[in-house]
């Protein structure tokens, strides 16, 4: 009897506990992904200006276009540019100027002059903003405005650059492409193709990304480090469990998006870190825009901007925040961030 009253209470208390467990490491979880969970601050005033040469060498600023306001469907801002360029720069006075003579060589050709380059400077040390300008004027020659320079006061990170520059362009679409020229330029040509047959005449949300899966046995990568090709595959089995199965390169840095899918993803994109590209992709699949992977050609550059400590720990961190953050709740796809 005795025995028994004994039994019956350490099997109330075990469920209690094993209740208060369960509770309690909700909430704890909860409260880690809270904490870790990232919202990109606000633009500053001075950063919703551009700067551009005018015709007469001198330099002007001007305010930013908004991408949710202009634009083809309510007709202010657009200028008739069919492709505007983004190109988040961080300290790249040595890189940038053959990725901009390569893209500037394909754009003039494929689309005379409704095209629009926009550099987001995030924040660079050695005048990378200053640098850009003067190339616009003395080597390519352009006209005012169709090389944009945004100066971020405070550096964000690739997504933060990224995101500040897509909601402010006015293109019918957006590129994003790497400083360091790792693609060539006139694949853009390719992804364009591929928007089209997903966009349909209505112009619906679609994205077409650069990929470079098909370059996983050639040189390009298997000279790279063995520590770098290590955190590589690294990430791509980190990224196949919390991220995303049916793409096969999400960190290509050559994206292109329409209009409307910049409207549908990038308000809503959460991440300014490196893994920026995961979120942007798993907004699209959430919403039902289609994606298409275009293979691309690219090559190694040198000069990475990436600590490979550092920042495999910060993606690998982010990753999984990313994916808890949806899970519950904490990152929302209906609310602007
Ligand atoms: N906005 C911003 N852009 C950055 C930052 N660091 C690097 N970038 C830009 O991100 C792009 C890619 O940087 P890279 O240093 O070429 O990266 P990588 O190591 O070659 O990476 P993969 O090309 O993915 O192999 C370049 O356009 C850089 O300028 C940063 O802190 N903020
Ligand atoms: C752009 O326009 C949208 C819609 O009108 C608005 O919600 C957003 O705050 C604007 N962004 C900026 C930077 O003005
Ligand atoms: C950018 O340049 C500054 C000044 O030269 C330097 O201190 C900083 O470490 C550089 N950052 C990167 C990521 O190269
Ligand atoms: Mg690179």
Redesign the pocket.
């Known amino acids: 009897m005795i025995f028994n009253g004994f039994k019956q209470l350490q099997n109330v208390d075990f469920k209690e506990f094993l209740a208060t467990a369960v509770i309690g490491l909700i909430v704890s979880g909860y409260l880690i992904v809270y904490l870790l969970s990232h919202a990109p601050r606000l633009p500053f005033d001075e950063e919703l200006e551009y700067q551009t040469i005018n015709g007469k060498g001198s330099l002007v600023k001007k305010r930013l276009p908004n991408v949710s306001r202009g634009g083809k469907d309510n007709n202010d801002h657009d200028d008739g540019i069919i492709l505007s360029v983004v190109v988040p720069s ?2 790249e006075t040595k890189r940038i100027s053959s990725m901009l003579a390569d893209a500037i060589v394909v754009l003039q050709k494929e689309m005379t002059h409704k095209w629009e380059i926009i550099i987001v400077d995030d924040g ?3 005048g990378t903003s200053e640098y850009c300008l003067n190339l616009a004027e003395k080597v390519f020659q352009l006209q005012e405005g169709q090389l944009r320079v945004v100066k971020l006061s405070k550096n964000r990170g690739k997504g933060g650059a990224v995101r500040h520059g897509l909601l402010h362009i006015r293109g019918k679409y957006g590129l994003f492409a790497d400083a360091d020229g790792a693609s060539r330029f006139s694949d853009v040509n390719r992804l364009i193709g591929s928007i089209k047959r997903l966009e349909g005449p209505q112009g619906k949300p679609a994205v077409a990304i650069g990929s470079r899966a098909h370059m996983v046995n050639t040189d390009a990568v298997v000279k790279r480090s063995f520590i770098r090709n290590l955190l590589m595959y690294g990430l791509h089995a980190l990224v196949f469990v919390f991220g995303i199965r049916s793409i096969k390169d999400t960190q290509c840095g050559f994206k292109l998006f329409n209009r409307n899918a910049i409207r549908s993803i990038f308000p809503y994109l959460h991440t300014e870190g490196w893994i920026f590209d995961v979120e942007i992709l798993m907004l699209a699949l959430r919403k039902n825009i289609p994606i298409s992977e275009v293979a691309i050609s690219w090559h190694e550059v040198d000069g990475s ?1 990436m ?1 490979l400590a550092r920042d495999s720990i910060n993606m690998a961190k982010d990753l999984v925040v990313i994916r808890m953050a949806y899970i519950l709740r904490i990152y929302k796809d209906n609310k602007e961030c």
Request: hydrophobic content about 0%.
């Open positions: 961080y300290n660079s040390k050695d901007k600590d």
